[in-house]
């Protein structure tokens, strides 16, 4: 019997390969657009725990410690090719505490 693959991600935290059901994903919503085009809004960034939501993903640990490096080292940032306000990272700490 052919097992099934399981999915790896890599933690934006420790950089440590892990199956994705392990991880949270961390998602920033697509930006809204006007018929014509323009950018109405942008999109926000926040934890998807359902890991369904559209929009770019990056995952993390399910640990402050892992969110902690990725804050540290910008690298959400990096993932997601934006500058991300530190109010964002505030609530997904609390979120993240909620989620524990």
Known sequence: MKQKKIPLRKCTGCN???????LIRVVK??????ESGEILEKG???LDFTGK????????C??????N????GRR??????????????QSL???LDKGE
Do not use: T
């Open 16 to 22: 440590e390969m892990k199956p994705k059901r392990e």
């Open 29 to 34: 919503l697509p930006d809204k657009l006007s």
């Open 44 to 46: 926000s960034v926040e």
């Open 53 to 60: 939501k559209p929009g770019r993903g990056a995952y993390i």
């Open 62 to 67: 399910n640990s402050l410690d892992c969110l």
């Open 69 to 72: 490096k990725a804050i540290k």
């Open 76 to 89: 959400l940032e990096k993932a997601f090719s934006c500058q991300i306000p530190d109010a964002v990272y």
């Open 93 to 95: 700490k609390k979120e």
